[in-house]
């Protein structure tokens, strides 16, 4: 089993809509959550962390389920700027801070 | 700031050749990462280094080799290339204050036949 599994997709969305990604982690020492953004053919980027409480940056909103070992993000009013590869990360204890990624999902904001 | 820079963006190599991948940052950023991203596949560690002359081993090390003799620079080096290190590899830094705020370069992409 992959240590943080993501679905794929592609997501394909109308512009406005709004849609949510999930993505599960195996290690319940799992330590730190994060959301990063891929463009087509380009470098991952951060684009947010992801934390106990919940947390809301603009029109996205990022929420965590230790209990359920898993990690959302809801994407509202979707943009066509949106669409990108949006990769889970996790850190887990014992893990030096390092990274752990998942494959990321695919998202296609359409007009 | 430049961020990250990595040098070259496309090669191909023949199978058994040797290369370096350059890369330097201008962050002052105490550590630095070598990823490996196959298509389908999470980005996978293959070395990192937390300051100059330390490098430790990531997931994937095997048939690469690394050094850290300043803080801006962290080259790879291919050895005896093979098609398996077919992949886009991604250099990236951090401050050890934020080390999940990771700043990627644009990539190297290679390609060994």
């Known amino acids: 089993r992959k240590e943080v599994e993501q679905d794929p997709g592609p997501f394909n969305v109308p512009e406005g809509a709004t849609v949510a990604f999930n993505c599960t982690y195996s290690?319940?020492?799992?330590?730190?959550f994060f959301w990063y953004r891929q463009d087509c053919r380009k470098e991952p980027k951060l684009l947010m962390s992801?934390?106990?409480s919940g947390n809301e940056d603009g029109r996205f909103t990022a929420q965590l389920n230790r209990a359920s070992q898993y990690i959302s993000l809801l994407i509202r009013d979707s943009k066509l700027s949106d669409s990108a590869t949006y990769l889970c990360?996790?850190?887990?204890?014992?893990?030096?801070?390092?990274?752990?990624f998942g494959t990321g999902t695919q998202l296609k904001v359409e007009l | 700031n430049a961020g990250v820079t990595q040098t070259p963006k496309f090669r191909i190599l023949k199978i058994g050749q040797s290369m370096t991948l350059q890369c330097t940052q201008d962050m002052n950023h105490n550590y630095m990462y070598w990823y490996r991203q196959d298509p389908g596949m999470g980005l996978k560690l293959i070395y990192y280094?937390?300051?100059?002359?330390?490098?430790d081993k990531g997931e994937v090390p095997n048939g690469y080799n690394v050094s850290r003799s300043t803080t801006e620079d962290f080259p790879l080096r291919l050895e005896l290339a093979a098609p398996s290190q077919t992949s886009v590899y991604f250099c990236a830094s951090s401050s050890p204050l934020a080390v999940y705020e990771q700043y990627f370069g644009p990539g190297t992409r290679l390609t060994v036949t």
């Open positions: 290690n319940s020492a799992s330590q730190s």
């Open positions: 992801v934390y106990s």
């Open positions: 280094s937390v300051g100059a002359g330390i490098t």
């Open positions: 990360v996790v850190t887990f204890t014992g893990g030096g801070n390092k990274l752990t």
